[in-house]
């Protein structure tokens, strides 16, 4: 079956514009996460998503980030005015129960 | 908080060799562990996992053992091909989210 899927597979854009990242999770899986790897500081979790509860937004770095998951599916990721450190490959997963399962990412560079 | 701690690298070994890959974790409960690995060009896979302890993962010929006793889950390979060359990350946690460690690169020549 269809993995985890996340568009657009890069992004390029100039410091200070904002920035979308979606994220199709595999279909039946309740639970959504946003991770960030980056060289410095490794992989990341950022914010994680299940079911209709309130999503645990405890890794985003800082108010400029933000997330949405429509209709317990699809989820986007947005970045607010980016900045050069937020240069990194944004990962997606989704899971049923404790294992997750890993889209190929997105690699945002920030100029 | 929680966290991983696995061995720095880079490793490179020869073919054949045996592979062994530390990893410690400090947990306030009992979490889930796990061993991903990132091929070159591709995403994070689940290599294997644990979910308490004296568990043993095993996948592709490689193991680790949910130790309690020393909090640690060290992946081994008793003869480690050229087609092992990957990132490896070492990983605990459950449903809400993984806790992962700085990754080992591992290079293996023929």
């Known amino acids: 079956g269809a993995g985890v899927s996340q568009s657009p597979s890069n992004k390029v854009t100039e410091k200070g514009k904002d920035v979308e990242l979606r994220c199709d999770p595999i279909s039946g899986h309740t639970a959504l996460y946003w991770y960030r790897q980056s060289l410095g500081q490794g992989l990341e979790f950022l914010i994680y998503f299940q079911g209709n509860s309130a999503p645990d937004k405890s890794g985003l770095p800082s108010d400029r980030f933000s997330a949405e998951r429509t209709g317990g599916s699809v989820s986007t990721l947005t970045i607010q005015r980016t900045q050069q450190e937020d240069s990194a490959v944004y990962l997606c997963a989704s899971s049923l129960d404790n294992e997750q399962f890993f889209g190929p990412g997105t690699r945002l560079t920030v100029l | 908080g929680d966290s991983v701690t696995q061995m720095e690298g880079p490793v490179t070994l020869s073919e054949e060799a045996f592979l062994t890959i530390n990893c410690t974790y400090t947990?306030?409960?009992?979490?889930?562990l796990f061993w991903y690995v990132q091929y070159p060009g591709e995403g994070l896979q689940l290599l294997l996992k644990a979910t308490k302890a004296d568990d043993k993962g095993s996948n592709k010929g490689f193991e680790a053992t949910y130790r309690k006793e020393t909090t640690s889950f060290h992946l081994e390979k008793g003869s480690v091909q050229v087609s092992d060359s990957a990132v490896y990350f070492c990983?605990?946690?459950?449903?809400?989210?993984?806790?992962f460690g700085k990754g080992t690169k591992l290079t293996v020549n023929p």
């Open positions: 990983a605990q946690g459950g449903s809400e989210k993984l806790v």
């Open positions: 947990a306030t409960g009992y979490p889930s």
